[in-house]
């Protein structure tokens, strides 16, 4: 299927990393992704994406040409390039039903990794609790990654200003009414 | 307005927070409402507002300019609270009305009173329970006070200057007299419940009285007969006090009116020794010889004596003090109030506070007796009228004051209750000039906007929850708003008056069977023979007289 995006290569409870199927497509950050585990179906989001060396030890090399020029003159560098993005999970689903928690064991290396599909985003969304995972993000970029995913999931309800609002009065009290730190985050949920 | 409970104690009432997306501005303090607790309705009154911070820092940082997260803190980092007072609960399962002995529990609900909450406390309108107004933004609902209640005890109408006090003594002297529950005397000092009065209000501009509206069921006296025609009044009877009438207490009692020392009350003394009943006309008829005489003859102090005549010389001036009157005030007033009528006596241009405090007190005191002694007969078994007055004086103040409140006869009257079947109805704009004891005893109060901190103060005297009170009490509107709390509501509950216009003239006047009773007693001769309690004699009817009367008085 084309919604294939990756394949996991590092697995814990809270967090897992996939390899994207190709190193210049990554998965937007703050998107919502699920990985099928048996009957478990499990939603991440993603939190952050890195791109280097294939083998994972040599750097890059600075060329100073435009990308355009390195495609033609040097294509083989690409070949040696592969980029990886880690995800919070959220939640998972079992016999259709949405548990907004983590699943009872942790995922699999070497499954498939999925965009969630726009209903499903839906869901998952609905239920505030996300914010908890994405405000604690293991890569300390909290407060960033709750706003990128706010943005991403507000964007598939029906009235997108008011789940931010319902989102933010969630927030504060996450945050212990402390309205400073949540105006950091709300001011990066800018919707037109 | 809907809500949950926040906190709150029993003692210092309970904090509502209010639902994201209510309006704090629409809540109006006073409002009534509802406590849906686990098991009881706790029947509250809105008392204050404030805005709270989760985290006090939130108020500090600049919001405006985002108004997202604007809306997001509102309600949830910063909300609006509401404060207030549970007055009285119901237990749900049966319906039982008990006073508050405990607290809604956390998260109860919160909502605005509904008509049926209404009913259920204050009754719905029937003969003995009297709509007099609606509660706040819950117009066209009735609030009914407990006539019956209402007449057991003196009860109090107070308000600044202009809030109303006088439409909202018309509004109970209707109920009351359409109630057939007592009857009223009404000292009038401006004339204004009789026959009619004047109206602010620029369509309506006049009032009418209770005599327009209850035809022959009321009675109009007067002090002022020639006052009385100018304004087209046909008064039923001229009021006149004999001299020998006028006793010591009531002489202490315009003390002050007639600008009398202390040594005033020795010489009353003195001269009621040597003078007996009639001291008062001797007194004035002495002159200077007669004076020195008396001195001579008991040690009393000439000069004073002097002195003391110059000022009750003042009375002389009261025309309608008179050595030998033409008929007895009191026996009037009775036989009226007997054949079950209704009396108002108007004073006219008689109504400096010296008339008026005179005239009241002098009736009272011997129309008190009166019942006094028909109670204790009644105690022996014997049967008569036994149908409670209510008494209305304005400017309370002036007869309840502390110093006079225990000498005076209206002070005993608010004391004693309804022991003798006689209670006062007391109108005021001053009442922390009314002697707190009797303030205390009064069972219920009709409070309008007051704005001075003693008058606020005396008024809650003696209510449980005052001070929560006291911000209803002080934002009430300037007109037609006012709290009623005491023995003839369950609760204390801020109402809008009825508005005293010609609705209400119709449905006052109209019966419960929607006929009109105004005039089927066509005078006080029928009024009379269908009363109960009678009077014995065979006097002709009382009011026959007035022409004649004015032949005498006038020569018309
Ligand atoms: N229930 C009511 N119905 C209609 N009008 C009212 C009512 N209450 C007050 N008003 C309006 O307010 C005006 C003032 O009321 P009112 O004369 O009763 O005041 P008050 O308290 O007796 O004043 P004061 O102390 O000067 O005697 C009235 O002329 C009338 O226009
Ligand atoms: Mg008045």
């Given amino acids: ?192 | 307005m809907r809500g949950t409970i926040l906190r709150g104690s029993l003692s210092g009432g309970l904090e509502v927070r209010l639902d994201i997306g209510e309006n704090i501005e629409e809540v109006k303090v006073g409002t009534f409402c509802v406590v849906e607790g686990r098991t009881h309705d706790f029947f509250s009154m809105v008392v204050d507002e404030d805005i709270e911070a989760a985290n006090p820092k939130a108020f500090y940082e600049t919001l405006s300019d985002n108004s997202l997260l604007n809306e997001v803190v509102r309600g949830t980092g910063i909300i609006d609270k509401v404060k207030i007072q549970p007055m009285i609960a119901i237990r749900r399962e049966d319906g039982k009305v008990q006073p508050v002995k405990s607290i809604p529990s956390y998260l109860s609900r919160v909502r605005e009173a509904r008509e049926e909450d209404v009913f259920k406390i204050f009754g719905r309108p029937d003969r003995t329970h009297f709509h007099v107004g609606s509660p706040l933004d819950m117009d066209h609902i009735p609030v009914c006070i407990d006539l019956k209640k209402f007449i057991e005890r003196s009860n109090g109408i107070f308000g600044k200057s202009g809030t109303g006090k006088t439409f909202y003594t018309r509004i109970m002297l209707c109920g009351m007299i359409k109630s057939g529950l007592c009857n009223v005397l009404v000292f009038d000092m401006h004339s204004e419940y009789g026959w009619e009065g004047e109206d602010e209000d620029e369509t309506r501009k006049k009032a009418k009285g209770l005599k327009q509206l209850f035809g022959s069921k009321v009675a109009i006296f007067t002090l002022d007969p020639e006052s009385s025609r100018n304004r087209g009044v046909h008064p039923d009877f001229v009021v006149e006090i004999p001299y020998r009438s006028i006793e010591a207490e009531d002489i202490i009692l315009v003390r002050e009116e007639l600008n009398l020392n202390p040594t005033a009350l020795e010489v009353i003394y003195v001269l009621q020794k040597h003078l007996g009943q009639d001291w008062l006309i001797t007194f004035l008829n002495m002159d200077a010889f007669a004076i020195k005489d008396f001195a001579d003859r008991t040690g009393a102090h000439e000069g004073a004596l002097q002195a003391f005549q110059r000022k009750l010389f003042q009375l002389q001036r009261l025309p309608f003090i008179k050595e030998n009157p033409a008929d007895d005030a009191v026996e009037r007033i009775m036989q009226y109030l007997d054949s079950g009528m209704n009396v108002v006596l108007e004073f006219g241009h008689q109504r400096s506070m010296l008339a008026y405090m005179l005239v009241a007190n002098i009736l009272t005191r011997r129309i008190h007796e009166l019942y006094v002694k028909r109670s204790e007969k009644a105690l022996g078994g014997m049967q008569g009228n036994n149908t409670p007055l209510v008494i209305v004086i304005e400017e309370a103040h002036k007869f309840l004051n502390p110093e006079l409140s225990r000498q005076t006869i209206f002070g005993m009257i608010a004391r004693e209750m309804r022991k003798y079947n006689v209670t006062l109805l007391v109108v005021d704009q001053r009442p922390s000039g009314i002697d707190p004891e009797v303030l205390s005893q009064l069972g219920t109060k009709i409070v309008a906007l007051l704005t001075e901190e003693k008058d606020i103060e005396s008024v809650l005297c003696g209510v449980n929850n005052a001070r929560m009170l006291r911000n209803v009490l002080a934002s009430l509107d300037t007109k037609q708003q006012a709290i009623i709390m005491g023995h003839a509501v369950p609760m204390p509950v801020v109402i809008k008056t009825r508005t005293y216009d010609e609705t209400f003239y119709k449905e006052i006047t109209k019966d419960e069977d929607g006929t009109f009773n105004r005039g089927l007693m066509s005078g006080p001769k029928q009024a009379f023979g269908s009363s109960a309690g009678a009077s014995e004699t065979d006097e002709p009817p009382p009011g026959k007289e007035f022409e004649d009367l004015m032949k005498e008085l006038y020569g018309i």
């Fill in chain 1, 1 to 192: 299927m084309h919604t294939l995006i990756g394949e996991i290569i590092e697995s814990r409870t809270a967090e897992f990393v996939a390899e994207a199927i190709r190193y210049d497509q990554v998965p937007a950050y703050g998107s919502f992704v699920r990985v099928q585990d048996g009957n478990l179906r499990v939603y991440g989001i993603v939190s952050g994406a890195y791109t280097g060396s294939l083998d994972g030890v040599s750097k890059a090399k600075a060329f100073f040409k435009s990308i355009d020029e390195l495609k033609m003159e040097q294509p083989q560098i690409f070949e040696l390039l592969r980029t990886e993005f880690s995800c919070v999970v959220v939640g998972y689903a079992e016999d259709g039903r949405y548990h907004p928690y983590y699943p009872p064991i942790h995922l699999s290396l070497h499954l498939p990794v999925e965009k969630a599909d726009d209903d499903e985003i839906l869901t998952i969304s609905q239920h505030l609790g996300f914010l908890e995972k994405t405000l604690n993000s293991p890569a300390g970029n909290g407060e960033e990654l709750t706003a990128a995913a706010i943005r991403m999931a507000a964007r598939f309800h029906p009235d997108p200003r008011e789940y931010i609002i319902r989102a933010g009065r969630e927030l504060l009290k996450m945050l212990n009414y402390d309205t400073q730190r949540l105006k950091s985050i709300l001011e990066r949920v800018d919707i037109a």
